[in-house]
């Protein structure tokens, strides 16, 4: 393996290039992710999280844990957000290792449940995340797939 995961908080001087990468990823506005990663690094509570897999100086994967991952079930709290590998990364395990990383973290922080909405069917059960149940999308019509993972 010859990239390694790195929480934001322990590197706050990646947060400007961490947000620029999550922002050209997904769309969401650059002001947004600045102001997790800032809350992220300031360290005054478990929630939000940041982490990005580094290889050679480049992002090759990141996921962050946030409250609320813009759906309708606000109660369903902490959320895994923005999880994303470089095309020519995926099928490494960079996800997978991203995902254990995170809810390791976040059960030492003492928080053991986590949850995310995704399209995807099968990927997330892999790494031992359930399916829960479908919620609202936040602003959208139809349906989104939660799952939940318990760090034991």
Not at 12 to 37: C, N, R, V
């Amino acid at each position: 393996m010859s990239w390694e995961i790195i929480r934001l908080a322990d590197r706050p001087e990646l947060k400007a290039e961490t947000a620029q990468w999550f922002h050209e990823k997904w769309g969401i506005p650059l002001a947004a992710y600045l102001d997790s990663m800032e809350a992220c690094v300031d360290g005054r509570a478990s929630v939000p999280q940041w982490y990005a897999a580094m290889e050679s100086g480049r992002i090759i994967g990141g996921l962050g844990v946030i409250e609320n991952d813009f759906h309708a079930r606000k109660d369903l709290a902490p959320n895994v957000c923005a999880a994303y590998t470089e095309e020519d990364r995926r099928r490494e395990g960079i996800a997978g290792a991203l995902l254990g990383f995170a809810c390791a973290d976040m059960k030492a922080r003492g928080v053991d449940t986590l949850y995310l909405v995704t399209d995807h069917t099968s990927f997330y059960e892999r790494y031992g995340w359930e399916f829960f149940c479908m919620t609202g999308e936040d602003g959208a019509p139809g349906l989104l797939r939660l799952y939940i993972h318990r760090e034991p």
